[in-house]
């Protein structure tokens, strides 16, 4: 039996934990491993080793730091395969597509590779007689990354490269569902030369989260996971004085206007609905059909959604199981709520017979036409593979039905018309805005965020945000001053 164990100031340690939880390959349903459920004891340990680590590295040279983020970069890039496959073993999302999760982290990592340009201070000489102001960004202490299941390595590495390179102390602690790519990273992290102590994983659910939530030495905590987590996060986050961005849940739709290329539209709403079955943040879960292309795109889709091959992840198929048999269940259950509530089952993922063992954790992709809001499928974040189609009469009716929704995550609009596109842009309640592009995740040098329901807190994810989030800001006025001019004076110190 494979069971995990904490890696804290740089080693791994099995901790005092009395509570354990198993690991399951989703493609086959087996037990293949036992990870520990840290107590308050496991974080503060954790948070300890941070702690102490934080006296060092938040003195280590900007080249210090560096030649650690180029270190791992190499690293990350030669060994990207094996992170994949361990990804595809716990996830059960197709091996390309592990892959592809892989790199869009290695992007943050290159990101964060600039940190001495990016880190960079203002300097304006004079701004009174002999006087000069300039601004430095300094590292905030040990802040916590709590993870969500469905991109066990892509998460982590939205946060762990900018919080390591601005000079912070990591403590992570990854979905309890799939850690073992979060105790893959910190090794490499280590082997890239990190000194001990700067990336801690601690394991566990709920209560280890909290603890860290609530720690005093605690500085800060990145969250993405789902909504009523989210918020819980931000709320008791702040109420410790913590600086916190929580990312939430998500329902992004996709708008096609009737002057869509209805061929692009139907294979990007197919794409971003089923790939790592619907379990991405940025999954499209509604297809918006503005009259009169409803029944021609449905048809488009349903017969790409047919052609898809669901399977054992490491055997070429395109879309792989859920993660757990009882999210398995769950998403299954919206499916007979969404028929009985009159939506139209086009295609039944509840009858597919995948290439893969059959205790896996299988649900074939479906395509529910005629949802209307108020349906449960409509309203709740399904995060599996469901697309739900919604007709809209107009553009403005289809462009109210997404601000009227709580989530504000991602979505995109489909159209060959320059001047409804722009309209969109500007008018959509939504953080990441595609145009003709179905997953708009933007790349490392942008910033990664929701906005409503979908984000608690200011900043967004990496990029220019990143850098901010982890760093406080401090403003210097100096003033070398001749014998000359000493001398008290009791007025409010005016610019000259
Ligand atoms: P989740 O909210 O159940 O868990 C996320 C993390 O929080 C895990 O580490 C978990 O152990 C911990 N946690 C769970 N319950 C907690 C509680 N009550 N108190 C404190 N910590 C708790 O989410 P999940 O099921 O792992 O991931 C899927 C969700 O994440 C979806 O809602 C998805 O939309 C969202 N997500 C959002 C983004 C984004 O960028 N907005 C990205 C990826 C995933």
Redesign the pocket.
């Known amino acids: 039996m494979n069971r995990l164990a904490h890696w804290i100031d740089g080693k791994p340690w099995d901790g005092e934990a009395t509570r354990y939880g198993d690991l399951h390959d989703p493609a086959t349903g087996e037990v293949t491993g036992q990870v520990p459920l840290a107590d308050a004891a496991e974080v503060d340990a954790a948070v300890a080793a941070a702690r102490d680590a934080f006296a060092t590295w938040s003195r280590t040279s900007l080249t210090g730091r560096t030649q650690v983020l180029f270190a791992f970069r190499e690293l990350l890039a030669a060994r990207r395969r094996e992170l994949a496959a361990i990804i595809t073993a716990e996830h059960g999302k197709v091996l390309s597509d592990a892959l592809g999760e892989v790199n869009r982290g290695l992007e943050v990592v290159e990101f964060a590779c600039g940190v001495p340009h990016l880190s960079k201070g203002d300097h304006s000489a004079g701004v009174s007689t002999d006087v000069d102001t300039y601004s430095l960004r300094q590292p905030l202490g040990p802040v916590a990354v ?6 066990p390595a892509m ?1 982590p590495l939205w946060f762990l490269p900018v919080a390591i390179a601005t000079g912070n102390t990591v403590l992570l ?5 799939d850690p073992s790519a979060a105790g893959w990273l910190a090794e490499l992290w280590a082997e890239a030369g990190l000194p001990a102590g700067v990336l801690n994983v601690v394991h ?3 209560r280890a ?2 603890r860290l ?1 609530e720690h005093p030495d605690v500085a800060a905590v990145s ?8 918020r ?2 931000y709320e008791t986050a702040a109420r410790t004085g913590k600086r916190v961005q929580a ?4 329902k992004n739709h996709m708008v096609v206007l009737p002057d869509a290329d209805l061929d692009l539209a139907a294979d990007a709403a197919v794409s971003a609905g089923f790939g790592s079955a619907g ?4 999954a499209i879960s509604v297809v918006v059909a503005v009259d009169p292309v409803g029944d021609d795109l449905v048809q488009r889709i349903a017969e790409r959604t047919r052609g898809l091959r669901v399977g054992d992840g490491r055997r070429g198929a395109d879309m792989g199981p859920l993660i757990t048999a009882e999210h398995r269940d769950r998403v299954a259950g919206y499916l007979d709520a969404g028929e009985r509530e009159g939506a139209t089952v086009v295609v039944d993922g509840r009858t597919v017979a995948p290439d893969g063992a059959a205790g896996g954790f299988w649900l074939g992709p479906t395509v529910l036409d005629h949802v209307r809001p108020g349906m449960s499928v409509y309203t709740d ?1 399904i ?1 599996g593979p469901v697309l739900s189609v919604v007709r809209a009469g107009t553009y403005d009716e289809a462009l109210a039905l997404v601000n009227a929704n709580p989530y504000g ?1 991602g979505t995109a609009v489909f159209t060959t018309d320059g001047r409804a596109a722009r309209h969109y842009q500007q008018e959509v309640q939504v953080g990441m805005v595609g145009v003709n592009v179905p997953i708009p995740v933007p790349m490392a040098y942008y910033s ?3 906005w409503k329901a ?2 608690f807190g200011d900043a967004h ?1 990496y990029g220019a945000d990143g850098i901010a989030f982890y760093t406080r800001g401090k403003v210097v006025t100096s003033r070398w001053p001749a014998p000359r001019d000493r001398g008290v004076d009791l007025g409010f110190p005016q610019n000259a």
Do not use: Q, W, Y
């Open positions: 709590i993870s969500p299941f469905n991109f998460v602690k990854p979905s309890e569902k566990g659910d709920r989260a909290d939530l969250f993405v996971g789902s909504t009523p987590v989210a819980h996060v990312l939430g849940g998500a379990e991405r943040c940025m974040e995060f995550n990664f965020g929701g979908s984000l994810a």
